[in-house]
Structure formats: structure tokens, C-alpha cells
């Protein structure tokens, strides 16, 4: 086994063990265990990137070219199913995301433990989706890729049910019916496409006779009708999980109970199984079928951009503001990909980054808000730097780079996102463009209407005896994404540069 190889595995049993052990031991014990293994996690995540990073899991000239490290073993002998695991510059910078964001969330978790059970069986189950997101990044195998993108499901329905809440007291009979009733709904999307897409990739398996992803690049194996037919079924499963409009409306109740370290991962890098998969996937092995129904999700993916930035111009929750802010931003992700082009992809993965940066750094914000104050309604929150100005401040930097602020991370994907459309000429792609550009100064102006109601005017009563002051872990926290949200806005080629190869060798295949 190489070293490549090692880090493979490494990166999907660290976390596996961790959870066992976190389970497994008391309470602090078993929070410390795992927080460690998260760590550990981060390190063999970041050391992928060692060795030789000119290969790229699309290899449209010369198949069976791998990815920077690929691990391809029986699994299953008899059906032909192969442990396959590989990264390249598209998964590269998701696979460290989760790990960072997992890891703030654990170590979060040693500090403050929401009410609802042991600290120790949260932080297991966060380690186990983890597992899940983690091995769907990675995974070059289509039911292995099936397999793994099904595992975060029971424990992220856990974690909302078992320590979700709105910040009313736990043993409130109405909160703890619709934190369950938030968990249910997320369960029953969540298992919807999770049935589109167990479809489609037996249409993909069947109709090719392999789950290869790397030998399905290209849809070669494919005829058009079968192209076409997979990448609905595709389309439409990766769609719930981004979430696409209409089929977002699992994600704002799902946000607005669950836990602040659920909250972080489910906005954070949940929501980019979805659009990762329709990159890798969807497009790469029913590229027909994406040319065919580009254009319906470049209308779907601008529609979710406007109604989203509505929406948040009416909501006086915080977090669920927040929560509809991310069907807009997701739908400038969803804008890039339809696009079909070098400029647009390019925006997608980076918007996917960016996203999950700056959307986590505001759930930890918020849950800080609500943990103080007991309440996330925006009229009870006025006068929030008066009391407190460091977390207002935070909390005014991380409204900044989501509205797409030059020098910050969410500014590249949406800007790019709305050029890319642009350059695909024609009437349509066009009017997409303005809409979409439309769509970002709403979401400005909703982002604004959000500091002024929280941070400016008189103190409220929830507010007027907060503490100045922000714990230790708080910022151990909040740190880390606050760096990054500055570091890859100054520098987007920390994520562009390693992404240009197989985004290349993509488009090549898509457009033949």
C-alpha cells in the first residue's frame, strides 16, 4: 500500500474509530476521543495533497489515468463491487473543508453541549457523517458512492431530533413536536432522493455494465436516451440534497432546530454532496443529458437565487434568514455548473468553498446569539454592539463576505457565476445573468437589513445584560473561518489553481 493509499483510508477510519471510541467512553472522555480523531482526520486530509497532483479522475484522451491517489480493491467479487477511492483538485478542498468544519464542531462541543443527551454520542454521530460526506467525496465507484452518501442520513436525523430545539425550554411539549416534525421532513427528503438516485445509478450500472466512475466518464458506455434518463433521475437526487428550488423547503426548518454544530454541518459541506455530485456524477457520466437540461436548471437554479433573497427580505428569525440565504447561494453554485463552461464550473466549486466557510462561521454566530439571548427573532436582538461588539462585529464580517464583499471568499463564486452565464450568450443565458446579478444586490440588501435590525439602535431587553466578552473555545472556533473566509478571497487560487486540470479535462467530455 502507497502512502497515497494510506491516506486514504486513514481519512475514513480515523473518524470511524473516533466514533466508535466517543460512544464507547464517558461523556468528557469520549467528547475529548473524538475531537481528537477529528484532528487527526484533518491532518491525513490535508497530506493528500502530497505526490503528484497532475492527474485528474476525468480522463477523456487516455482512460484509466488516476486521480492524485486511488485505492481500487474487491470488494464484493461476486457482483464486481470495488472498494474505490480516489481525490483530485475538484473533491480535494471539499474532503479538507468537512474535515476542518467537523473538527471546529467537535472541539466546540468540549465547551458547550446542547441540551438533549450525552456530549459524547453528538460528537460520534457528527464523526460518522463525517464518514458519510467524507467517502462521498472520495468514492469512484457508483454504489460505493451510493452507499456512502446514505450514511449521513439516521445521524443527522438524530442530531436534529435528539438536540435540535429553538431555544425554548427542552421540556416544552410544542418544541420538542416541531424539532421532530423538522427531522421527520429532513428524513423524508432526504429518502426521497436517495430512492431517484439509488434508480439512476442502477439505469447507469445496468445500461454500462460497470460502476466505474472513471471508465463511465464521458458516457461512452451510454446512449443518449439512457444519458438522458440518468441524469434526471440524477439530476433531481443531487437537486434535493443542494437544495434546489422547489424541492428546498426540508432545509429552513432543518436549520432552524437543529443544534448550532448541526446547523454548521448541514450548511457547511452537507449541502455539497449534492452539487458535488452533480459535478462528478451527473454531469461527467451523462454529459449529454446535462447539455440537454442545462438550460431548465440554469431557470430553476436563478429562481431559487431570487426567491431566496425574498424570502430573507421578510424573515424576522435569525437562523432561519439564514437558512434561506442558502438556497440562494447554492443556486448561484447551481447557476456555474448549468453553464457548462470552464468560467462557470470553476465558480461552482469555489461558491461551494466559500459557502461552507462563511455559512458555518454565521450558524456558529447565531447559535452564540441564541444561546445568549434565548431568542433568534430579529426585533428582540436590536442594539447587539452595544452590549456586546465583539460578537456583533463578528457576526457584521461574516454578513459582509456573504453578500459577495471583493476581497472576501463569497464574492468569486457569485461573481463569476453570474460572468459565466453571460459568456454562454443567447437570449436566455443573458437574461439569466441579470436576474442572477438582481438576485445578488437583494441578497445585499437583505444582509444589510439583518446588521441594522441586530446591531444598530437601542438595546433590547434580550441583549441589554450580555457579557462583552467571548469564550476561549468561541473563538478557537470561529477563528479558523474568519482566515479563511480573508485568505481565499485575496487568493482564490488556493482552491482555482488545484481545480483548473480536472475542470478542463471535464469540459472535454461535455463538450466533445
Known sequence: MTAGQ????????????????????PDRAGRSAGTAAAALTLVAAALLATG??????????TPGVLPWHRLDVAWVPD???????????????LVVLTALLTLLCCGYSLWRVPDGGRGS????????????????????????????????????????AGWGGAGTPRGHAADRGET??????????????????????????????????????????????????????????????????????????????????????LAGVLLKMGTYGLVRVAVGVAPEGARWAA??????????????????????????????????????????IATLTATGIQAALIGNVAHGVITGLLFFL??????????????????????????????AFAAIASLGLPGLAGFWGEAFAVVAAIEAGGALWTTLGVLAAVGGAL????????????????????????????????????????????????APTLVLGIAEAPVAALLEVVHP
Open 6 to 25: 494510506f491516506l486514504l483510508v486513514a481519512v475514513l477510519a480515523l473518524p470511524a474509530l473516533g466514533a466508535a471510541l466517543a460512544a464507547a467512553l
Open 52 to 61: 503528484d497532483r497532475t492527474w485528474t479522475a476525468y480522463t477523456p484522451s
Open 79 to 93: 457482483l464486481d463491487l470495488r472498494f474505490h477511492l480516489g481525490v483530485d483538485g475538484i473533491s480535494y478542498p
Open 121 to 160: 454520542l453528538l460528537v460520534a454521530l457528527l464523526l460518522v457523517i463525517e464518514v458519510g460526506i467524507l467517502g462521498t467525496f472520495l468514492a469512484l465507484d457508483l454504489v460505493l458512492f451510493f452507499l456512502f452518501f446514505e450514511v449521513v442520513l439516521l445521524p443527522m436525523y438524530a442530531v436534529i
Open 180 to 265: 421532530r416534525a423538522a427531522a421527520r421532513k429532513f428524513a423524508l427528503y432526504t429518502l426521497f432522493g436517495s430512492v431517484l438516485l439509488l434508480v439512476g445509478v442502477y439505469v447507469v450500472v445496468s445500461a454500462a455494465g460497470t460502476a466505474d466512475i472513471v471508465a463511465l466518464t464521458g458516457g461512452s458506455e451510454l446512449s443518449r436516451g439512457t444519458q438522458l434518463v440518468a441524469f434526471t433521475l440524477l439530476g433531481l437526487a443531487f437537486a434535493v440534497k443542494s437544495p434546489l428550488w422547489p424541492l428546498h423547503s426540508w432545509l429552513p426548518d432543518a436549520h432552524t432546530r437543529a443544534p448550532t454544530v448541526g446547523s454548521v454541518i
Open 295 to 336: 438550460p431548465v436548471l440554469g431557470v430553476l437554479a436563478v429562481a431559487a437565487i431570487l426567491v431566496g433573497s425574498l424570502v430573507c427580505l421578510a424573515q424576522d428569525e435569525l437562523k432561519r434568514l439564514i437558512a434561506y440565504s442558502s438556497v440562494g447561494h447554492m443556486g448561484f453554485v447551481l447557476l456555474g
Open 366 to 395: 447565531a447559535g452564540a446569539v441564541k444561546d445568549r439571548t434565548h431568542t433568534g427573532e430579529l426585533a428582540d436582538l436590536s442594539g447587539l454592539r452595544e452590549t456586546a461588539p465583539r460578537l456583533a462585529g463578528l457576526l
Open 443 to 490: 441578497t445585499a440588501a437583505y444582509l444589510l437589513r439583518l446588521l441594522r435590525r441586530v446591531t444598530h439602535g437601542r438595546p433590547g431587553p434580550a441583549v441589554a445584560g450580555l457579557s462583552p466578552g467571548l469564550a476561549g473555545a468561541e473563538l478557537a472556533a470561529w477563528a479558523p473561518l474568519v482566515l479563511l473566509a480573508l485568505a481565499i478571497g485575496l
